[in-house]
């Protein structure tokens, strides 16, 4: 069964739905959510895409990133996602939104009203390797000069989160 992503307005209102897939060829508004995980010491867990993904591969990225299911409300498809993604459960706390649109070389665009939740956590992820090809916890120091001078290693989305809204999520 091909998976569906909500098609939404500027102002996160349905309008639709579309195949996933097409929503990323078709260059289409659709939302979408991010997860940021930070261990007691304030260091934030990065995940690298699976070698697999059909955009992205190998890039290193926020701990989950996702698309909620018709009708799931935001929240839920969050916390679904760190699960089966990370095997992780904790509270989330959503903190903002944004939008962004990123083309890729591979002609997909995405064009996602993003919902960011963060949550604290020390348990030690048991990641999905469908999803995931590796884990490691940085610390925002480590992060932004990682980021400054080895950009092409991060997803499009991650970079413009932690540079836009660094205040946001490093609390």
Not at 80 to 90: F, I
Not at 120 to 140: F, H, M, R, T
């Amino acid at each position: 069964m091909k998976e569906l992503v909500v098609l939404v307005d500027e102002n996160d209102t349905q309008i639709g739905t579309m195949e996933k897939l097409l929503a990323h060829t078709s260059g289409k508004l659709h939302r979408a959510i991010s997860v940021f995980i930070f261990n007691t010491k304030g260091d934030m867990l990065l995940q690298q895409r699976a070698d697999g993904k059909y955009h992205s591969a190998n890039l290193w990225s926020n701990a989950c990133c996702s698309h909620p299911r018709p009708d799931e409300p935001v929240p839920d498809a969050a916390a679904r996602r760190l699960y089966e993604e990370m095997g992780m459960v904790c509270e989330l706390k959503e903190n903002f939104s944004f939008i962004y649109k990123a083309a890729f070389a591979n002609g997909l665009t995405e064009y996602e009203f993003d919902h960011v939740f963060t949550g604290v956590s020390d348990e030690i992820p048991k990641p999905n390797i469908e999803e995931v090809g590796a884990w490691a916890y940085l610390s925002k120091s480590d992060l932004t000069n990682d980021i400054h001078h080895h950009p092409g290693k991060y997803t499009e989305w991650f970079k413009i989160c932690v540079a836009k809204y660094q205040a946001n999520l490093f609390k």
